[in-house]
């Protein structure tokens, strides 16, 4: 027995993959659970707007944070503000005052609710593009993004991994193919699937859900298109660093995990704490999330979309690029090998 039980830890420590993820997924978890896993936010990005704007200002207590004081703001650039995502709640001052909530962030406006106690008195609240803060309105253009992640990573991940385990990666490398085009070649299956998965949820959503569609279409494809690119570049990249599918798999969920739990999707950005926050910016999915509540509910403008289509679309490019690369470098040898033989 003692022979078997030193032959299997010898065998663990081998395998320093799954070490990792049996000593890193714990720790990930914890933090994740710990830092960012808060229903309550602590910041509420406020607009107060008109001719007592100063004043109201003053008296805003709590949690609301002003980030924009217009004396000459008015009730049209409140909403379009919030339709633009330039703040969580507005206020308008003079004759009729009132208080207008982004409903589109469903804990941020709950809180903003919650906290009422903090404004002055005699305001009243309207709650905008979700006014019955309905969960499936906020969730379903999330679950797009999600349902695209899983398929790009678990899914296209297996691809060059099984080629490996076949051994008929030694056949791609003596082909006149680039890595470029092996790798376009591959994805392109999981690229359809995953279109046509993204106009079933999207139909499922607004039918079943009743889930509003607000905004361009063309945007939203435009946001689909980049955000399948990055992906599947995700996808093809984890499967040239794992030797197995086993190992791909495990990869995949150290990619997945981080995504669901820190790009807003389920937790708002606003509540978690600032160590953990910026992880969330470096993610796909965080920009994804923003865009398709923003296009569903909001019909935010185009000026509004373009960051997040920016930042995904320059990680279209850094993640597809380096999946080129990183399989060039495994064809590479292989290439060598084969022409010497």
């Known amino acids: 027995m003692k022979a078997m039980i030193l032959k299997e830890f010898r065998q663990m420590r081998r395998d320093r993959r799954t070490v990792a993820l049996m000593v890193g997924l714990p720790l990930m978890m914890l933090i994740i659970f710990g830092y960012a896993a808060r229903f309550d936010v602590a910041t509420i990005e406020t607009a107060v707007l008109g001719p007592d704007a100063e004043v109201v200002a003053s008296q805003l207590g709590g949690a609301f944070t002003v980030v924009k004081l217009d004396p000459a703001g008015t009730d049209d650039e409140a909403r379009a503000m919030l339709a633009d995502s330039e703040a969580a709640v507005a206020i308008v001052t003079g004759a009729a005052p009132k208080i207008y909530v982004d409903g589109t962030e469903l804990f941020v406006a709950q809180s903003a609710l919650r906290r009422g106690e903090s404004l002055p008195a005699g305001l009243e609240s309207e709650i905008l593009f979700n006014p019955d803060l309905n969960t499936a309105a906020v969730m379903v253009p999330s679950l797009i993004g999600l349902i695209l992640l899983f398929i790009g990573t678990v899914i296209t991940s297996l691809g060059v991994v099984r080629e490996r385990e076949q051994g008929t990666l030694e056949q791609l490398a003596v082909t006149p193919l680039k890595p470029v085009d092996v790798i376009v070649g591959k994805i392109s299956p999981y690229f359809v699937v995953a279109l046509v998965d993204m106009v079933i949820i999207t139909l499922a959503g607004i039918v079943i859900f009743d889930v509003p569609f607000r905004g361009s279409l063309f945007l939203f494809a435009v946001f689909g298109l980049i955000y399948l690119f ?56 965080t920009y994804f999330v923003q865009a398709m509540r923003g296009i569903f509910l909001k019909a935010s403008s185009f000026g509004a979309l373009l960051p997040p289509l920016v930042v995904l679309a320059l990680m279209a490019v850094a993640v597809f690029g380096l999946a080129v690369w990183r399989f060039r470098q495994e064809v590479a040898p292989k290439t060598a090998k084969v022409a010497t033989s």
């Open 230 to 285: 990055v992906v599947l570049g995700f996808g093809v990249l984890i499967s040239t660093v794992s030797r197995s599918q086993g190992e791909a798999i495990q990869l995949a969920i150290m990619v997945l995990l981080p995504q669901v739990m820190l790009s807003g999707m389920i937790f708002p950005l606003e509540s978690m704490a600032a160590g953990v926050r910026w992880i969330g910016y470096l993610l796909p999915l």
